[in-house]
C-alpha cells in the first residue's frame, strides 16, 4: 500500500485491480450515477469496497472529495 491521506489510504491503481480480480462482475457491490463499487480482497484477510469512477470531470472530482473528506 502506497500511503495515507487524512484517514483515507492511497493505494496504486494495480493492487486495486488485483485486489477485484480486474474489477470482475462477480465483485459488483452496487451502482450509482459516477460508476460502480467492487468488493476487494487483500490476501483474504482485509476487505474494503472500491468505487471505480466512470467519468473525472471536475463535478466527478469535486463529489469524490466530499465523499472522503
Not at 16 to 22: H, Q
Request: net charge negative.
Amino acid at each position: 500500500m502506497a500511503g495515507k491521506k487524512g484517514s483515507v489510504a492511497v493505494i496504486e491503481y494495480r493492487l486495486w485491480e488485483a485486489a477485484t480480480n480486474g474489477f470482475q462482475e462477480s465483485n459488483v457491490l452496487g451502482e450509482g450515477g459516477r460508476g460502480r463499487v467492487y468488493k476487494a480482497s487483500f490476501d483474504d484477510k482485509f476487505l474494503a469496497a472500491v468505487k471505480k469512477i466512470d467519468d473525472m470531470g471536475v463535478d466527478a472530482e469535486r463529489e469524490f472529495k466530499n465523499e472522503v473528506d
